[in-house]
């Protein structure tokens, strides 16, 4: 008898049945089906951790997942503490619920001031003593001595008392009338003692007036002119002095 004979013939002897216990059948279907409930328990229970850790929120265990809707294009925030400080800063609410804090912003204002000055004076004169400078300023140069008056404030030259009203202050318009010193010149090399044609081809814009003196209205702004006063067509004065009748009373305005 060869080997697989001998299986067969074991395999077939009744002394080997093992008789099965009653409600065996029943056990092993309860038991298979323990095994297949607590494999699910666990199951959900790890999934259940993996979503806590993640952030997400659920409801019920084995029930229906409250997920919140997020915008992936939008960052993610971290709560911080309040802090304090000079710098405008705004805020955003874009679509899906997430606060967005903007780039602090710097305003700056510009304030324009206008200044209004008020007409400007000639620097024009004999030496420091100009046009237009207050009677304190006048003073101060030390050039002249101030002398009984009328209307505007009189003064001689210190160094030639024998000019009479030599600079002359009216109220509100200070220095309007100088009158150049014995042997004094123009800037054109006209003094006293010159003849009225040496004054005309000086200053040929000039006009000479009934009462003989040559006026020459300076150019520009300034608002001042020359009086060159003639007797037998020779200078014997020299004035510089606003073209309006200041101090009338203190000598002829012409």
């Known amino acids: 008898m060869n080997l697989e004979e001998e299986l067969g013939r074991l395999l077939h002897d009744d002394r080997l049945d093992v008789p099965a216990r009653p409600g065996a059948t029943e056990a092993v279907v309860a038991g298979a089906r323990r095994v297949r409930r607590r494999r699910t328990a666990v199951v959900g229970g790890v999934t259940a951790v993996a979503l806590v850790a993640s952030g997400w929120g659920v409801s019920a265990l084995g029930g229906s997942l409250s997920l919140p809707t997020v915008d992936p294009a939008l960052p993610s925030t971290t709560p911080t503490a ?3 400080s000079a710098t405008t800063t705004t805020t955003a609410t874009p679509a899906g619920g997430a606060t967005v804090t903007l780039p602090p912003r710097t305003v700056v204002e510009t304030v324009v001031v206008t200044v209004t000055q008020g007409p400007a004076r000639p620097s024009v004169g004999y030496g420091p003593v100009k046009l237009g400078m207050s009677e304190q300023e006048l003073v101060a140069t030390g050039l002249v ?3 009984p008056g009328g209307e505007c404030a009189a003064f001689t030259w210190t ?4 000019t009479v009203n030599a ?3 009216a109220r509100g318009r200070g220095v309007v009338r100088i009158k150049l010193p014995t042997g004094r010149q123009t800037s054109a090399g006209i003094g006293a003692g010159a003849t009225l044609a040496q004054v005309k081809a000086a200053y040929p814009a000039g006009e000479l007036t009934q009462s003989g003196s040559y006026q020459v209205l300076m150019p520009g702004d ?3 002119m020359y009086v060159f006063v003639v007797e037998a067509e020779r ?3 020299i004035r510089m002095q606003r073209p309006t009748a200041d ?3 203190q000598g002829e305005q012409r």
């Open 82 to 84: 309040p802090t304090t």
């Open 145 to 147: 001595t101030p002398v």
């Open 159 to 162: 160094s030639d008392p024998g």
């Open 167 to 169: 600079v002359l202050v």
């Open 222 to 224: 300034a608002g001042w």
């Open 235 to 237: 200078v014997v004065e």
């Open 247 to 249: 101090c009338a009373q």
